[in-house]
Each structure stands twice: as structure tokens, then as C-alpha cells.
């Protein structure tokens, strides 16, 4: 079945550094994919939608020039923490949709990127 | 926004318990998705059911679109069914596209052996 793969699982950077994680759909092309971020103990919060060949559309709030998404093909999106502070520190997920046909659409989330910030 | 509300946000059941978790939103979806997510923090999706009812061995749900609820029901509970159950809405009135979800706050499920 469809999988939607996240990379790195875990990462760990100082204050001040960038940091990309990678999301892939591996067995369907996703011209749209999305990413959410989940503090601890809390529920997921819709960033920005991820638009193959376009820019990305951030939701309210959301500063476009720190949480940069670059979705140069139809099977990967890339989201680049700019110089990360502590407060960034999260649970990054992102989720593509597959198309089932009239009986609606499966949306799949990959493994959730944990980012820690030191 | 867009509401949703979870109940209850915390449960502990016995194994072998039956539960229902609830879901409540505040306007028309075309979209609306359970989700478990285990302690890793995988998400596993469970249904799509913007309406009607389906079932999934233990588990079934139920959405009353006009209502705007629903319901998941876990049966015989098992201690693998410990995690996060959340409920996801796509936004019919918005213009959202398929696939942005508004998230519950979840219900966080504990099944002791």
C-alpha cells in the first residue's frame, strides 16, 4: 500500500543551525502534501500545504521564512527549520493524500521527525 | 475556526473492555478521519467516514454528518490499543483541499492487563 516516509526519525542541532527533514511518498506521486507539528502531549497543528512546482501556502501564524518547504517533485517535500531556537523543539509530520475514487481519499502520515534543539 | 472536540480526553479501561470515544465538530465536513497513534508517534488511520458507519474488526465508527459527530467504538480491548485516538476534519466550507485536517485534542487511551 501507499507509504509516506519521513527522514531523519530523530534529530538533535544547536541553537542558531538549520536543520531539512525530508518527506517521500514511495509507491504514489503526491502533488500536495502536508505538514503538522505536535508539541508534547498535544494534538497536531496544521503548518502549511506543500504544493509540487509552487510555492508552499502556510497557515496563519506559521512564519514562512523559518519553516521553509521546498516540494521540487512529485514524490518529495522538504521542510528546513531556519536557525533553530529551543521553542522549535517538536514533532514534525507530514501527510499525503491518495486518491481512492468516488469512496473519498486515504491520507497517509509518515513517522513524525522528533527535532530537538540545544 | 473550525471546532473539534474530543471526549474523553483520558480513559483507562481493563482489558477486554468495550469504549466509545466521541467526536464532535462545529460545521459541515467533506472530510472526517480516526486516527491512533502509538507511542512512537506513528499515525495510523483507522477510517474515513464522513458519514454512515464502517467496521474494521474491534473497531467500528459511526459519523452523523447532520449531527455533527462521531463516534469510535473499541471492543474487547486489548493492551496494543493503548495510545492517542484522534479525530481529523477536512474543511468543506473553507475551500480546503483534500487532505488538511483540523485536529482533535485527542483521547488518550490506557488498556491495563
Known amino acids: 500500500g501507499a507509504v509516506v516516509s519521513q527522514h531523519p526519525s530523530r534529530v538533535i542541532c544547536k541553537s542558531g543551525t538549520s536543520v531539512k527533514i525530508e518527506c517521500r511518498s514511495l509507491d504514489f506521486q503526491a502533488t500536495t502534501m502536508f505538514w503538522y507539528r505536535q508539541f508534547p502531549k498535544q494534538s497536531l497543528m496544521l503548518m502549511a500545504t506543500?504544493?509540487?512546482?509552487?510555492?508552499?501556502?502556510?497557515e496563519q501564524g506559521v512564519e514562512k521564512d523559518k519553516f521553509l518547504i521546498n516540494h521540487a517533485s512529485l514524490t518529495l517535500s522538504t521542510l528546513t527549520v531556519t536557525s533553530a531556537h529551543p521553542e522549535d523543539s517538536s514533532f514534525y509530520i507530514c501527510s499525503a493524500t491518495v486518491l481512492t475514487g468516488p469512496s473519498g481519499n486515504t491520507i497517509y502520515f509518515g513517522e513524525g521527525s522528533w527535532l530537538t534543539v540545544v | 475556526g473550525i471546532q473539534v472536540e474530543q471526549s474523553p480526553p483520558d480513559l483507562i479501561l481493563q482489558e477486554g473492555a468495550n469504549s466509545t470515544l466521541r467526536c464532535n465538530f462545529s460545521?459541515?465536513?467533506?472530510?472526517l478521519q480516526w486516527f491512533h497513534q502509538n507511542p512512537w508517534g506513528q499515525l495510523i488511520n483507522l477510517f474515513y467516514?464522513?458519514?454512515g458507519t464502517k467496521q474494521n474488526g474491534r473497531l467500528s465508527a459511526t459519523t452523523v454528518a447532520t449531527e455533527r459527530y462521531s463516534l469510535l467504538y473499541i471492543s474487547s480491548s486489548q493492551t496494543t490499543d493503548s495510545g492517542v485516538y484522534f479525530c481529523?476534519?477536512?474543511?468543506?466550507?473553507?475551500?480546503?483541499?483534500?487532505?488538511?485536517?483540523?485536529f482533535g485534542k485527542g483521547t488518550k487511551l490506557s488498556v491495563k492487563p
Open positions: 460545521d459541515s465536513v467533506n472530510n
Open positions: 481529523a476534519v477536512g474543511l468543506m466550507n473553507y475551500g480546503g483541499s483534500q487532505g488538511n485536517l483540523i
Open positions: 506543500s504544493n509540487e512546482g509552487s510555492k508552499a501556502t502556510y
Open positions: 467516514i464522513p458519514s
